[in-house]
């Protein structure tokens, strides 16, 4: 069972910036791919962002592309999330995911999540 613990949520001010990880153990998450997605109250998950375990695919949201950066460091196990230019819409719960398919998320593996808080 890979688990996987985000961090770096929290209440942010409206044009700020956060960066979130998402921290495995599992060596072989290297290997995987994995995305962050989010949830506001109310509201369905929804798709943030993806990259490939060779960093060549990375694939954003409309709504969040030119302000948020995806990225990984396979030797430290962990994937960021750089979100800039921070809105009151992107409120939600933060989860990260890893998959060893190409981008099936049906089969992957999920994080708890962790809060962030976008004040206007």
């Not at 109250?41 to 060549?56: L, M």
């Amino acid at each position: 069972q890979v688990q996987l613990r985000e961090s770096g949520g929290g209440l942010v001010q409206a044009g700020g910036s956060l960066k979130l990880s998402c921290e495995t153990s599992e060596r072989t998450l290297s290997t995987y791919n994995m995305g962050w997605f989010r949830q506001a109250p109310g509201k369905e998950r929804e798709f943030v962002a993806r990259i490939s375990w060779s960093r060549s695919n990375i694939l954003y949201a409309d709504s969040v592309k030119g302000r948020f950066t995806i990225s990984r460091d396979n030797a430290k196990n962990t994937l960021y999330l750089q979100m800039n230019n921070l809105k009151p819409d992107d409120t939600a719960v933060y989860s990260c995911a890893a998959t060893p398919t190409f981008f099936n998320w049906s089969s992957a593996y999920w994080g708890q999540g962790t809060q962030v808080t976008v004040s206007s």
